[in-house]
């Protein structure tokens, strides 16, 4: 990471993703500020392919272009385009020899092995983990210690081989056709990601919030009949979603809490670093498998759903 920037700090970090690299590229934002302190964004990819806006401007900084496959057009062609700026792209893929690993100046193998199920799974959990390295890497001493890491896949182990939480949970979602899932800090990515999940694999209006931006005025949507799942981890940001169970008690709408509380309904330990947002997207997949099943579907090939996305 030192060599791809000249051993000096980046102007700013952008990152180029669509779908679930979006909510992973999120992370990356949060941990881009968090460890670094660089600003960053997220890049609209169709103010070039429908705009027409060239980028401009990126010389010192680096971009870092999530994708799956590392095959979808758009994602391959602005990585291309940012270069051409002057940025510095790092490539996050599960292929290795795709076209967007062989276009970046450095590129993160995933190594996750394929995908079997259409809807991506354990790539976007490697996709959490590299952003965070990424992060890690220009946070110059900031960010996750070598500990941290290597505590991370025995917490994900006791999670798979606990799936009942998830089972129970879903006998709720099952009997409903909408559902708001709320989370801050490391936990708002994935309740964007827990919230997709459930739309791709059951059908279910879903829908991720920010716990800041869900007080103010989306929690009318909640009621007897429109459940709210809570993401609240151990980090500073989650006693804020842990407060929102007064006002959803007061709508009368069902709660489900997913989290490092008590009395949470889909438990996962504590790490006190942003690598719950791991464990948090974990619980929820559980969570969309275990739905899915309620409801009769075949989670692993939803109905119009596509492994490559061509967007363009």
């Not at 960010?143 to 799936?163: F, H, K, N, S, Y």
């Not at 008690?249 to 309904?265: E, I, N, Q, Y």
Request: charged share 15%; glycine share 8%; net charge neutral.
């Amino acid at each position: 990471m030192a060599a791809l920037v000249d051993g000096a700090a980046p102007f700013g970090v952008a990152f180029l993703a669509r779908g679930s690299s979006d909510h992973a590229a999120l992370l990356g934002r949060y941990a881009v500020e968090l460890y670094a302190g660089l600003p960053t964004c997220l890049l609209a990819p169709s103010l070039t392919t429908a705009y027409r806006r060239e980028p401009t401007g990126f010389a010192n900084w680096v971009v870092v272009a999530l994708s799956q496959s590392g095959r979808t057009p758009e994602i391959v062609d602005l990585a291309r385009r940012h270069a051409a700026a002057g940025a510095r792209v790092i490539a996050v893929t599960n292929d290795a020899d795709s076209e967007l690993a062989r276009t970046a100046h450095l590129s993160i193998a995933l190594d996750a092995g394929p995908e079997l199920a259409v809807p991506a799974t354990k790539t976007v959990t490697a996709q959490l983990l590299a952003v965070l390295a990424v992060a890690t890497g220009l946070g110059r001493g900031h960010g996750l210690t070598e500990r941290q890491v290597i505590a991370l896949p025995a917490a994900v182990a006791q999670l798979l081989a606990d799936p009942e939480p998830a089972r129970r949970s879903a006998h709720l979602l099952a009997a409903t056709d909408r559902l708001a899932v709320v989370g801050r800090g490391a936990c708002y990515p994935a309740a964007l990601e827990g919230a997709l999940k459930l739309q791709e694999t059951t059908g279910l209006m879903a829908h991720g919030f920010s716990t800041a931006d869900f007080r103010h005025g989306p929690i009318a949507v909640c009621g007897p009949a429109a459940p709210a799942l809570l993401l609240a981890g151990s980090g500073p940001a989650d006693p804020d979603t842990l407060d929102l169970r007064a006002a959803l008690a007061g709508r009368r709408a069902p709660v489900l809490l997913a989290g490092t509380s008590p009395d949470a309904d889909l438990p996962w330990p504590a790490t006190g670093t942003l690598t719950e947002c791991v464990l948090a997207t974990v619980r929820m997949q559980q969570l969309a498998l275990a739905t899915a099943r309620q409801l009769g579907a075949d989670p692993d090939h939803p109905s119009g759903l596509k492994k490559v996305t061509m967007t363009s």
